[in-house]
Nanobody, 127 residues
Framework: QVQLVESGGGLVQAGGSLRLSCAAS????????MGWFRQAPGKEREFVAA????????SFADSVKGRFTISRDSTKNSVYLQMNSLKPEDTAVYYC????????????????????WGQGTQVTVSS
């Protein structure tokens, strides 16, 4: 079993920035991808970004490319989502996701392909 704990959400004005963090604990694999998904009210959960186990490969949804970056610190079993130039449409609950994978190349994955989820953290962007 793997536990994921997110932090860093909050309320920010449009154009502002936030940094989300997610720490994994428990029986983590030696190689696993980590990612972020989000779910706005009345909408399905959607992929936002992911990073490979090595940290050398990343993938982003088109809606956040150029504004969000993702990184990880393997020594801390943590992943970070830096969100810049935030827009009201970025408002959602953001979920950290864990997927066992030995591939050095990461691509977006579906909600059903995640092995574990965090509890979510609210991000609200006011206009």
């Amino acid at each position: 079993q793997v536990q994921l704990v997110e932090s860093g959400g909050g309320l920010v004005q449009a154009g502002g920035s936030l940094r989300l963090s997610c720490a994994a604990s428990g029986r983590t694999s030696s190689r696993y991808s980590m990612g972020w998904f989000r779910q706005a009210p009345g909408k399905e959960r959607e992929f936002v970004a992911a990073v490979s186990w090595s940290g050398t490969s990343t993938s982003f949804a088109d809606s956040v490319k150029g504004r969000f970056t993702i990184s990880r610190d393997s020594t801390k079993n943590s992943v970070y989502l830096q969100m810049n130039s935030l827009k009201p449409e970025d408002t959602a609950v953001y979920y950290c996701a864990y997927k066992s994978s030995s591939s050095s190349y990461v691509t977006r994955w579906s909600v059903g392909s995640s092995d574990y989820w965090g509890q979510g953290t609210q991000v609200t962007v006011s206009s």
